[in-house]
């Protein structure tokens, strides 16, 4: 049974330029959700799938920020003119959908350093 | 808003030394669910443990156990001989209810570094 996979684990880019990391969660688990982690801190969510449908968005989620779920599997997360301040781990976890409240597990992140 | 509280920035113990990490949390919920998970250098958040308010019995597992305190809103974590492969950041976690699911509100973590 594979865990969460996240794609590229690193990514260093010039600020302006446009990223998107990719997320795969357990199979047949229908929520997905998207934290970011900065130094010394713990992770604060983003957004939340169920399925395809992207229900919650955190005030975090800058405009330039854009999640998307097709088919309900994989997801993406692009960060359109990144900042220096769009600086850190970006973490994918996902759970099976069973109960209001279920156990979220998570990949090993992409660390995002914008120059 | 929730809000998770570890107050022990990082703890330094020897082999075998027993160590607890403290978690206080504020919520106005009456149900919740409470969340240890273990972050390793490689960075992947390791799932350890799950409890929902309704439940305070103490879990044991291997060397790891759980005290659960309402009364007090603190869920403390000890582990008990520890080891180096103990070392690692943990994070304590309060779900809190959205509209349409949940999420994790995490604190701010305590560094554990276990020395041979």
């Known amino acids: 049974d594979t865990g969460v996979s996240q794609n590229p684990r690193h990514k260093i880019t010039k600020r302006g330029q446009n990223v998107t990391f990719r997320c795969d969660p357990i199979?047949?688990?229908?929520?997905l959700y998207w934290y970011r982690q900065t130094l010394g801190q713990g992770p604060e969510f983003l957004t939340y799938f169920q399925n395809e449908a992207q229900l919650e968005k955190s005030r975090l989620l800058s405009d330039r920020f854009s999640a998307e779920r097709p088919k309900g599997s994989f997801s993406t997360l692009e960060i359109q003119r990144t900042e220096q301040g769009d600086s850190a781990m970006y973490l994918c976890?996902?759970?099976?959908?069973?109960?209001?409240?279920?156990?979220?597990?998570f990949g090993p992140g992409t660390r995002l350093t914008v120059l | 808003a929730q809000k998770v509280t570890q107050a022990q920035t990082e703890i330094s113990v020897v082999e075998k030394e027993d160590v607890t990490l403290d978690c206080v949390y504020e919520t106005r919920d009456t149900t919740y669910y409470l969340f240890w998970y273990k972050q390793p250098p490689s960075g992947e958040l390791v799932f350890l443990i799950r409890r929902n308010s309704f439940d305070e019995q103490n879990e044991i597992s291997g060397r790891y156990s759980w005290n659960f305190q309402k009364s007090t809103s603190s869920f403390n974590f000890t582990i008990t001989a520890s080891q180096v492969v103990d070392s690692a950041v943990y994070f304590c976690?309060?779900?809190?209810?959205?509209?349409?699911?949940?999420?994790?509100?995490f604190g701010a973590g305590t560094i554990l570094r276990v020395k041979s």
């Open positions: 976890a996902s759970s099976p959908g069973r109960g209001f409240t279920d156990t979220q597990y």
């Open positions: 199979s047949e688990h229908n929520r």
């Open positions: 976690a309060l779900s809190e209810a959205m509209e349409y699911g949940n999420k994790l509100v």
